[in-house]
């Protein structure tokens, strides 16, 4: 089970940004997908999930209004589309997996975590 996520950079304030993850290692989704960040020296954030079986999408205090979670319907793909990015949005961006329907928003409640990317957003 692998989740590799991409599509950070370094960004001017304002611009927009795409993340990906791509899961491959098993044959059927998870109940639910989400992305978080880690700042240096602070605790890893709650960004936002997506529950593939309803459809349903959840965002952080940090994200509303500015990112959009989505994915294709096999559940081995999703985005993370960032737009208005500010400088505090700088950190490295996790893409994790969870196999219960249940929301959740604490890191140790999902099972599966990728490998991060850099996102740098200079003012």
């Known amino acids: 089970v692998q989740l590799q996520a991409s599509g950070g950079g370094l960004v001017q304030a304002g611009g927009s940004l795409r993340l990906s993850c791509a899961a491959s290692?098993?044959?059927?989704?998870?109940?639910?997908m989400g992305w978080f960040r880690q700042a240096p020296g602070r605790n890893r954030e709650f960004v936002a999930a997506v529950d593939w079986s309803g459809g349903r999408r959840y965002y952080g205090d940090s994200a509303k209004g500015r990112f959009i979670i989505n994915g294709n319907n096999a559940g081995n793909t999703m985005y993370l589309q960032m737009n208005n990015l500010k400088p505090e949005d700088t950190a490295m961006y996790y893409c994790?997996?969870?196999?219960?329907?249940?929301?959740?928003?604490?890191?140790?409640?999902?099972?599966?975590w990728g490998q991060g990317t850099q996102v740098t957003v200079s003012s």
């Open positions: 290692g098993r044959t059927f989704s998870w109940d639910i």
């Open positions: 994790a997996s969870r196999d219960n329907s249940n929301w959740a928003t604490a890191p140790h409640e999902y099972d599966y």
